[in-house]
Structure formats: C-alpha cells, structure tokens
C-alpha cells in the first residue's frame, strides 16, 4: 500500500485514521499545486542569497515571521523599510549582534530560537502578542 505523509493511500473510499483516500490525496496535491500569480514577481532582498521573489502585491501585509535568516536579512531589511512590514526573524543559529545589518527599531525583532518537531515543545515565543 502507498503512503503519504506517514497516512496508507487506499483506492477506496473509505477512510479512517491513518488511512486517506486516493481522491483526498489527489486533491491535496491539487490544492497545493504553484499557480501563476496574477501580479508580476518582483525581486525583495537584492539579488544574493536570501532574497525572493514574490508577487507584486505587498499593500495590506503587515507582519512577516522569518524562521531561519542565519546572519543575513537582507529580505527583511527590504520587507522593512521599502514595504513597512514588521519581520520576527528567529534563528537558533546566529545572534542578533552576528546579524550582518543592524535590527530596524520598531520594525524588526531577532530571537535565539528555531523551528523544531511539536514533540520537543518549542514553539516560537512574541514579543508581539
């Protein structure tokens, strides 16, 4: 039997715990597919390591949470300062003295901290609420 996520795919379709249906499984793909955006890409962070593109349509978005940015935020400096987004940035790799530009004061929080299986209990703690 195939599997997906740890859960066996049956042709059948009945389900239960553990156990999805092919056609759930399909249409998961489905949903998570990349589809072209409507907006043009723009290019956020320069053009080294660590930036993105991202579609042309940044007005509304107030918040971006960063898990994992080493000793480089040049995506977030941009999202900061060009866009007026807040960014917390975590990383149990770095420290925010190793950050290679200053944190943007009000805009900008860093954290010692990083993404780990709920099994181990660490979820990221706000300063924000």
């Known amino acids: 039997m195939a599997t997906f996520f740890g859960c ?4 059948s379709a009945e389900a239960g715990n553990d156990v999805i249906s092919l056609n759930s499984a399909l249409e998961i793909f489905r949903i998570i597919m990349p589809k072209q955006s409507p907006y043009p890409l723009i290019r956020v962070g320069g053009s080294r390591d660590g930036s993105y593109l991202v579609p042309n349509d940044l007005s509304g978005i107030g918040y971006c949470l960063s898990p ?3 000793n480089f935020k040049h995506f977030e400096d941009e999202l900061s300062s060009r866009f007026d987004i807040t960014c917390d940035m975590y990383d149990a790799s770095s420290d925010a003295d190793k950050l290679s530009t200053p944190l943007i004061q009000g ?17 990221f703690p706000s300063n924000n609420g």
């Not at 066996?8 to 042709?11: A, G, H, L, V």
């Open 8 to 11: 066996d795919i049956t042709e």
């Open 68 to 70: 994992g940015v080493n």
């Open 107 to 123: 805009k900008q929080t860093f954290e010692k901290n990083g993404l780990t299986s709920m099994a181990k209990q660490t979820v």
